[in-house]
């Protein structure tokens, strides 16, 4: 069964150009998560999707970011006319949907790592 | 959700058990705790969590005080692989809500 699957690894991109980070969760997970963490710094939570709906995004910067975790497909986070501050490792992870009661882990990928130059 | 403590730097020779404490002395009983580390560059793997038991897999064993307001992570035979920033993270039961990452234990194994 193969893990958190996220691409690119490594992406780098020019002041003002558009990120696309892409996640497939686990088979059989229906919950996505996203984070971002900063050089030498904790892991933030950004948001939290099911299947065709946005559940939490709290942690989501105000502009220029949004996600989406279509019905087919993996998860998109995308980040428009990026900035020098973007530059970070973003990790994704997903858990699979249960009801209440439970409390299944969530798994992460390794990250696409952007650089903005 | 509940706050977590831990130290922020540990050191423990090779072959030896790592013990890595954690309060959390505001938990809920809905409230699971979980161990995660973080090997540097990789993402957060999954090592174990618990309720009240404690709990054993094939990495680590997880110790609940009787209280529930503190916990400890054992490796048992820490081995340089070992080395990673170790974090203790309270969730509530049936929450399908993401985790909170403190700052965490960099755990650092030595030769």
């Known amino acids: 069964n193969a893990g958190v699957m996220q691409n690119p690894r490594h992406l780098v991109r020019r002041r003002g150009q558009e990120a696309r980070l892409r996640c497939s969760p686990m088979?059989?997970?229906?919950?996505v998560y996203w984070y971002r963490q900063l050089p030498e710094e904790g892991l933030k939570f950004m948001v939290y999707?099911?299947?065709?709906?946005?559940?939490?995004e709290s942690g989501m910067p105000k502009e220029r970011f949004s996600a989406e975790f279509p019905k087919e497909g993996p998860s998109i986070l995308r980040i428009q006319q990026v900035v020098r501050g973007d530059s970070a490792a973003y990790f994704c992870?997903?858990?699979?949907?249960?009801?209440?009661?439970?409390?299944?882990?969530?798994?992460f990928g390794n990250g696409t790592r952007l650089t903005v130059t | 959700d509940a706050k977590t403590t831990q130290p922020p730097s540990m050191d423990c020779a090779e072959g030896r058990a790592a013990n890595l404490p954690c309060n959390h002395s505001?938990?809920?009983?809905?409230?699971?705790v979980y161990w995660y580390r973080q090997i540097h560059s990789q993402g957060p793997q999954y090592i174990i969590h618990?309720?009240?038991n404690n709990e054993t897999n094939e990495m680590a064993s997880l110790i609940i005080t009787e209280d529930r307001k503190s916990s400890t992570l054992i490796l048992p035979h820490a081995t340089l692989r070992d080395t990673a920033v170790y974090y203790c993270?309270?969730?509530?039961?049936?929450?399908?809500?993401?985790?909170?990452f403190g700052k965490g234990t960099h755990l650092i194994i030595q030769p």
């Open positions: 618990g309720l009240k």
């Open positions: 088979k059989g997970h229906s919950h």
């Open positions: 992870a997903s858990s699979p949907f249960e009801g209440a009661g439970m409390a299944s882990p969530l798994h």
């Open positions: 993270i309270v969730r509530p039961r049936g929450g399908a809500d993401g985790l909170t």
């Open positions: 505001t938990i809920s009983g809905n409230e699971y």
């Open positions: 999707l099911q299947k065709e709906n946005i559940i939490d």
